[in-house]
């Protein structure tokens, strides 16, 4: 089996009912018993961009004209309150704007959404709150606006400086409007993400078909050249129900991408970026505060088309999903019956949870979280544990428990011993 690994986003519902799937037969689970609840984190999802892109597979809809924002916007605020009896007293640390394309909304919407966050939940003082912003001309007119709403992180999906991959993307800006967009966003904000893709289709002058080496690692040092606080590099992967799984580009094959990958790695290290988790690489503390929470089994609640949430309770966590078409989340918020399904995450289930998150981390995890965030005892895992060891997959020490190098490159088969092996 192999388990999909996600960019910088939650882990969504139906993966994890495809994966309850294969767990044995006969477990039966027991209620867990939090000493106390994990961070609280607020995910807000824009779902529509201006066109599709043919690798995406999130929950994204072409905007054919005008969308409807403000009734988008009253629709989240409703969401919201709707789900604030599941959160109420939490104190919320981060905030995230994902999408879709976010930048689609203006600033005085942004402004709203978060004018509401702070009258309904207790937000964090110092809270990180990103926004995702296309490198396009009209969106990046509005990052002052952003700024002034109370945004603090920008990131940009740049994912090449090379006009004929952007072509091959789908893309709809060019390499110059993404100079011009971190410039501009460099003048309103000290925290800045770029996401970057390797391992991309197209046709080069010599003839050879799909990005060359060369080309990633122009695309890396262009992004350096900014020296933004934080980089997202992406392999690209053909994922399910995208037009790019049904009709598949030509692409670098394994060695080459495995050459880029490595490469990458090393040419960021040398210009002191630290490569904390498998996409993820930040100068010293700058780490994405909201992505962290994720990866360490933190909780968010997620509101907006096709949003999911994991939540925390003393005796229980559960897993939600919205709506995912924009129009039938704003008609169901307005009955009050935002949530397309729900689920209570199983005692035996929330072990390969956990690690389907934490080993992410290169550096791995105290061993002490394990218990926190899940409530069971470490020796429950022991001989999964041991297996991924004696695999050479993973390292631990009374304190600490990470992938190591091997782990980390084929992450699929260490995460798979801790799926059968219950």
Aim: proline share 5%.
């Amino acid at each position: 089996m192999s388990v999909g690994i996600k960019h910088s986003y939650p882990i969504e519902t139906n993966d994890i009912m495809t994966l309850h799937s294969l767990q044995p037969a006969g477990l039966k689970s027991q209620a867990v018993n939090f000493q106390a609840l994990p961070p609280l984190s607020l995910y807000i999802h824009i779902p529509w961009c201006v066109r599709k892109c043919p690798y995406c597979d999130f929950n994204s809809h072409e905007a054919h004209g005008s969308v409807p924002e403000k009734e988008y916007v009253a629709a989240l605020v409703c969401d919201l309150e709707l789900a604030l009896p599941l959160i109420w007293g939490r104190k919320v640390y981060t905030v995230f704007f994902g999408g879709g394309t976010p930048s689609m909304l203006s600033g005085e919407s942004v402004a709203e959404i978060l004018r509401q966050v702070r009258m309904l939940l207790p937000l964090d003082l110092g809270a990180e709150i990103t926004l995702e912003a296309n490198p396009g001309t009209v969106e990046a007119a509005r990052f002052a606006a952003y700024r002034d709403a109370g945004v603090n992180r920008l990131s940009l999906g740049i994912q090449s400086f090379n006009d004929a991959h952007l072509q091959a993307l789908g893309r709809i800006h060019s390499a110059d409007e993404a100079r011009r967009a971190i410039e501009i966003a460099q003048r309103h904000f000290d925290n800045i993400n770029l996401d970057l893709m390797y391992a991309l289709p197209g046709k080069n002058q010599d003839k050879t078909l799909g990005q060359t080496l060369e080309q990633a690692l122009q695309d890396v040092q262009t992004a350096l050249s900014f020296a933004p606080q934080h980089l997202s590099c992406y392999h690209l992967t053909l994922e399910p129900n995208t037009l790019f799984h049904r009709n598949p580009p030509s692409l670098p094959d394994d060695d080459a991408s495995s050459d880029m990958q490595g490469s990458i790695e090393e040419l960021l290290a040398a210009h002191g970026y630290q490569h904390y988790e498998t996409s993820a690489f930040a100068q010293p503390k700058r780490q994405s505060r909201h992505n962290l929470n994720y990866w360490q089994f933190g909780d968010y609640l997620g509101i907006g088309a096709g949003a999911h949430s994991k939540l925390s309770f003393h005796d229980k966590v559960i897993r939600q999903a919205r709506h995912r078409q924009p129009q039938a989340y704003i008609e169901q918020v307005a009955k009050s019956t935002p949530l397309q399904s729900e689920h209570e995450v199983g005692r035996d289930e929330l072990a390969f949870e956990f690690m389907m998150n934490a080993l992410r981390l290169n550096r791995g995890f105290d061993s002490v979280l394990f218990q926190e965030r899940t409530s069971l005892p470490l020796l429950g895992i022991r001989r999964e544990l041991e297996e991924a060891e004696r695999r050479g997959l993973l390292v631990r020490d009374h304190q600490r428990i990470a992938p190591t190098q091997l782990g980390q490159r084929f992450l699929n088969d260490l995460l798979e011993i801790f799926l059968v092996g219950k």
